[in-house]
């Protein structure tokens, strides 16, 4: 494939969004490894003060995580963060995000966020690099993003995420955050918030393997750990579904009976992250390298779907419960597709 250059003459603010963009997906695409390498590095040639410093780093994690899994009084505050004054990465797509109905601060949610995609970028804009549409939208509701448990043993790695509002997807931790109290005059809540909204991407890595443009495949059928975890803390579900997620990446083909499928579900199931291989655009080029590609995401909010609390959740009910968010998100998605994607008659959700 012949290269397509960027142009010469290119506004000096969109080239600014894509330096913005660059620097958050090469960051979200390596803090893994590069957290452990620089623990490495400092262990192997550092001396006896660095290491001592890194001993008690690693204790305060431990004793972090101990209490509240790493969740620290304030980590749920929404403080002000220089990066979220600066919309350039929101804009650069756009982002946007689609109200459909009210969420009362009076109660807590899980928002069951569909696809994936990559790297889940609609949602992780709109509820933790970016949250000035979502506090606008849904005043006093806290947002935050659930990801992987293990990010928050890994030193650096959790500094940084919790830096950006995420949280961990444990059932302690999503216990903790969802049963908060919901009272204004609660120690908790002295931020102005009273209600706490933590996304959680079901599908997780085995529905990022199956993220190609146009293709809106969501990994459900079997997922209903949060159903449960939502009746365990009376927390409402608020079905969301983000169109043009699936768009902005393309990734090397991976069909189910591939060599390369069958070693991401070993990665997978050893690590719990796909070893993906992204296909974008660069920085100074339309068709090479690993940056999004500028398209529209359009994350919608769907209407919360109450549930009865109960320590020990029915099998029966959790299926009614978990029957609702499908049905939820089918008809999500066929009201608004031909709004917010291009060649609409040509996509269809899969709920596997």
Request: glycine content about 6%.
């Amino acid at each position: 494939m012949k290269i397509e250059w960027a142009p010469l003459r290119v506004p000096l603010e969109r080239r600014l969004q894509t330096l913005v963009t660059a620097f958050f997906t090469y960051t979200f695409f390596t803090l893994p490894i590069t957290s452990c390498l620089i623990v490495a590095i400092l262990l192997y040639y550092g001396g006896l003060f660095l290491r001592s410093l890194l001993l008690i780093y690693f204790v305060k994690i431990y004793l972090d995580y101990k209490k509240n899994c790493g969740i620290v009084e304030g980590n749920g505050l929404n403080r002000w963060l220089f990066y979220r004054t600066i919309r350039r990465y929101r804009n650069y797509f756009p982002v946007e995000l689609v109200k459909t109905a009210e969420l009362p601060p009076n109660k807590n949610y899980i928002v069951a966020s569909f696809p994936h995609g990559i790297i889940g970028t609609g949602i992780c804009i709109n509820m933790s690099l970016d949250i000035e549409n979502w506090l606008e939208l849904f005043p006093q509701v806290r947002p935050k993003i659930a990801t992987l448990d293990h990010h928050f043993k890994t030193p650096f790695l959790r500094d940084i995420l919790r830096w950006w509002g995420m949280v961990s997807v444990s059932k302690e931790s999503l216990a903790y955050l969802l049963s908060k109290s919901n009272d204004p005059k609660h120690k908790d809540n002295k931020d102005g918030f009273t209600s706490n909204a933590v996304a959680v991407l079901v599908g997780g890595a085995q529905e990022a393997m199956e993220s190609h443009p146009g293709m809106y495949i969501l990994t459900l059928k079997n997922r209903k750990g949060f159903v449960k975890m939502a009746i365990r803390t009376g927390s409402s579900i608020v079905p969301s579904l983000s169109f043009g997620e699936v768009d902005i990446f393309d990734q090397v083909a991976n069909p189910p009976d591939s060599a390369l499928r069958r070693f991401q579900n070993v990665v997978k199931k050893i690590t719990g992250i796909s070893p993906l291989l992204p296909k974008g655009r660069g920085i100074f080029n339309y068709n090479y390298g690993i940056l999004p590609h500028r398209r529209r995401i359009v994350q919608v909010v769907g209407s919360p779907i109450d549930v009865i609390k109960s320590d020990n959740p029915n099998a029966d009910y959790v299926d009614k419960i978990h029957a609702q968010v499908i049905e939820a998100l089918e008809k999500m998605f066929e009201q608004y597709k031909e709004e917010y994607i291009s060649d609409s008659q040509q996509n269809k959700l899969i709920i596997q």
